[in-house]
DNA sequence: ACATTAATTATGT
DNA sequence: ACATAATTAATGT
C-alpha cells in the first residue's frame, strides 16, 4: 500500500477538533472539512517563539492544545506580557486588526499544540463561514477590554494589588481544580508574574511566600495554587 | 513602597 | 554535575 501524500505533517485532523470552538461552531462537517484541509498543524516546545512583533503576517494560528503568552520586548530587551491566550482561541490574527505584521510576539507558555493558515484566507474564512467574523471580533474585543483593565490596574494600584489582580484573572482563565485549590494550568515563574505585573521576580517571590505563609496560595518551582481565592479578591482591592 | 544587589539554597534534568 | 528557579537579607531611591 503507497502511502498517500498528505499536506499535513501529522495524522488527518478530526473534525470534531474545530466543531464545539465558537469560531467554528455555526458550520456544518462539510465547511469544517475545508478548513481542515487547508490547515497546518504543528507542536511546540513551551518556551517556543512562534512569531515575533514585527514579522510578515504570513499565517493566523489557531491554539489547539496548550497555552500561549503575548509578549512585547522593550528596545532594552525586557519583557512584557501581555496576555495569556488559552487553548480554543484564536492568534496571529493580524488581519483582524488591520494590519500586516504581527503585533507582539508569540510565546508558548507550556507544551502547545496549533492550527495556522495562510493569511490569505483570511478574507474569505469572514466572508464564507457564518460566526466566524462576529466571534473573532468579540474575542479580539475581549482581550482589549482585558488589556484596558490593567492599564487603569497599572497606574491606580500598588503591587501587592496588581499581582493579586493577576493570579486572579489566571486562575478565572487557566485555572484548573485540585484538591486544594485552583492551580494555574501552566508552568510559571515568578519571573513571569513579574513581567505581567511590571514589578521584579523579588518582590512577587517575597509576596507569595507571605501569602503562603498564610494560606492563601500553595507554590512550587514553576506552579502555583490558589486555595484562598476569596482572600486574594480582598487583597486586590476589587470593588465591591 | 518599592527596586536593586548579592549571597544562598532548592529543584529538576 | 549543572543550569535554572526561588528565597532571603541588606541596601538604595
Given amino acids: ?4 501524500k498528505r499536506t499535513n505533517a501529522y495524522a488527518r485532523l478530526d473534525e470534531s477538533l474545530l466543531r ?4 467554528f461552531s ?9 478548513i481542515l484541509d487547508l490547515a497546518r498543524s504543528r507542536r511546540y516546545d513551551a518556551g517556543a517563539t512562534i ?12 491554539l489547539l492544545d496548550g497555552y500561549m503568552r503575548v509578549v512585547r520586548i522593550t528596545p532594552e530587551g525586557e519583557h512584557v506580557i501581555a496576555l495569556h491566550i488559552p487553548a480554543g482561541q484564536l492568534f496571529g490574527i493580524a488581519k483582524a486588526l488591520g494590519r500586516d505584521t504581527y503585533p507582539a ?22 466572508a464564507k463561514y457564518e460566526g466566524f467574523a462576529a466571534q473573532t471580533y468579540k474575542t479580539v474585543g475581549n482581550r482589549v477590554g482585558e488589556m484596558n483593565n490593567r492599564i487603569v490596574e497599572m497606574a491606580t494600584r500598588q503591587v ?15 485555572g484548573r481544580k ?21 514589578s521584579t521576580l523579588h518582590t512577587v517571590s517575597r509576596l507569595l511566600s507571605g501569602w503562603e505563609k498564610q494560606g492563601i496560595v500553595e507554590s512550587g518551582r514553576k506552579r502555583i495554587t490558589v486555595c484562598q481565592p476569596h482572600q486574594l479578591v480582598i487583597l486586590s482591592g476589587a470593588q465591591v
Fill in 1 to 4: 500500500m503507497p502511502n498517500r
Fill in 20 to 23: 464545539d470552538l465558537p469560531p
Fill in 26 to 34: 455555526l458550520l456544518d462537517d462539510v465547511q469544517i472539512r475545508e
Fill in 51 to 62: 512569531f515575533e512583533e514585527g514579522d510578515e503576517a504570513e499565517r493566523f494560528y489557531l
Fill in 105 to 126: 510576539t508569540s510565546v508558548t507558555a507550556a507544551d502547545s499544540v496549533a492550527l495556522s493558515w495562510p493569511m490569505r484566507h483570511w478574507d474569505d474564512f469572514v
Fill in 160 to 174: 501587592e494589588q496588581r499581582i493579586a489582580c493577576a493570579m486572579l484573572r489566571l486562575i478565572n482563565q487557566t
Fill in 178 to 198: 485540585v484538591e486544594n485549590g485552583i492551580e494555574i494550568d501552566f508552568p510559571i515563574t515568578r519571573q513571569d508574574l513579574s513581567e505581567m505585573t511590571g
